[in-house]
């Protein structure tokens, strides 16, 4: 497995992480440390966590899967393994006091708060990549840099990154760091895949020319490009299928993005491109994240050692120019497929 530093920080990583969003609800305990060690055997070394998984989150599961991965890492070498983890951000209130109507802002009191229960939770001394997990344009960008910069200072973190940021939030941030001379974005972790790749545009720009690393999530569609959803499938036990039968208005909101007649139309055909090149969709879509040069790590997730064995694939498949001339084809025939109009959206 190939390595990669996190944009201009220290840090190298292995260039497949294990993102744990199901350890303490799709996946238990005992599953979640079989999971971890077939990765480390696997030559992974990079683990992504957040305060707030497992997913969906819930107050009863909060911290949960930190707490998984924690008591796993407790028995590893610590210095052999790069641990990744999140401050929420707004819009999730219920496991913080209320501030500014509901809102969980990303000021100085709550980072330290979020960081100090982190590392309580993944019995550690330090946090290799701490990241903002949606951002908060409202506030003064410099008050959250500070408070990030400071836990650097402190020793207590590594590198920072931001996560569901868009171009203008990332160029704005690292602005407002060179400005006021505080710690840089380093990464940023955003949703990137077959069915979604419009971090291509002006996104992968800005991580090139700025030295930012992007870690996309969900390189599988959120499960799509496993194929498990065509021809109107729903899977037991798989979240899309969840949401959509037992969801809330946004939760089947969010589904049908990702579940919808475009997508699957497209998953269809990669599945034949990647039949062509005698391997699967779910090994082809981890494989096509990894070969884009603003990528330093892609995040693949995994409820069974099964799952991950079959994303693992890619860890040696390089695409050859006439399969992503095919990918890049399809594409145009069937743009953006999580949008209604196949406009790529910013």
């Not at 190298?12 to 005992?30: H, K, N, P, R, Y």
């Not at 021809?231 to 036990?237: C, F, I, R, S, V």
């Not at 120019?321 to 743009?335: M, S, Y």
Request: hydrophobic content about 35%; proline content about 4%.
């Amino acid at each position: 497995m190939d390595s990669r530093r996190l944009g201009q920080s220290g840090i190298v990583v292995s260039d497949i992480c294990l993102g744990t969003m199901t350890f303490g609800l799709q996946a238990d305990e005992a599953t979640s440390f079989a999971i971890m060690d077939r990765a480390t055997e696997a030559g992974i070394d990079f683990f992504d966590a957040a305060e707030i998984y497992p997913v969906p989150p819930s107050a009863e599961r909060y911290g949960v899967t930190e707490q998984i991965v924690g008591r796993w890492l407790k028995a590893k070498p610590r210095e052999q393994t790069i641990i990744a983890t999140k401050v929420t951000g707004p819009g999730h209130g219920w496991f913080r006091p209320p501030v500014r109507g509901g809102f969980t802002a990303l000021d100085r009191r709550q980072i330290m708060r979020a960081c100090e229960d982190s590392l309580r939770r993944l019995q550690t001394d330090y946090i290799d990549l701490y990241q903002i997990h949606w951002p908060d344009h409202g506030m003064r960008q410099e008050d959250t840099l500070e408070a990030l910069t400071e836990l650097v200072k402190q020793g207590k973190v590594r590198a920072i990154g931001c996560s569901n940021q868009t171009s203008w939030g990332l160029m704005k941030n690292l602005w407002t760091s060179e400005k006021h001379h505080l710690a840089r974005f380093d990464t940023v972790q955003n949703n990137f895949s077959l069915i979604n790749r419009r971090c291509e545009n002006e996104l992968a720009q800005v991580c090139r020319m700025e030295g930012v690393s992007l870690l996309p999530y969900s390189p599988l569609g959120g499960g799509v490009l496993t194929g498990k959803y065509n021809d109107g499938a729903l899977p037991e036990g798989a979240r899309f299928s969840d949401y959509l039968v037992n969801g809330g208005e946004r939760q089947k909101k969010m589904a049908k993005r990702f579940v919808n007649e475009r997508t699957l139309a497209t998953t269809a055909r990669l599945q034949q491109i990647a039949a062509d090149i005698g391997t699967t969709v779910t090994t082809l879509s981890v494989a096509w994240s990894k070969q884009h040069n603003f990528v330093a790590s892609t995040l693949i997730g995994a409820t069974t050692v099964e799952q991950l064995n079959e994303s693992l694939k890619a860890a040696d498949l390089i695409l050859d120019a006439e399969t992503l001339r095919r990918i890049d084809d399809l594409d145009v025939e069937i743009p953006n497929p999580m949008t209604e109009d196949g406009l790529r959206r910013l």
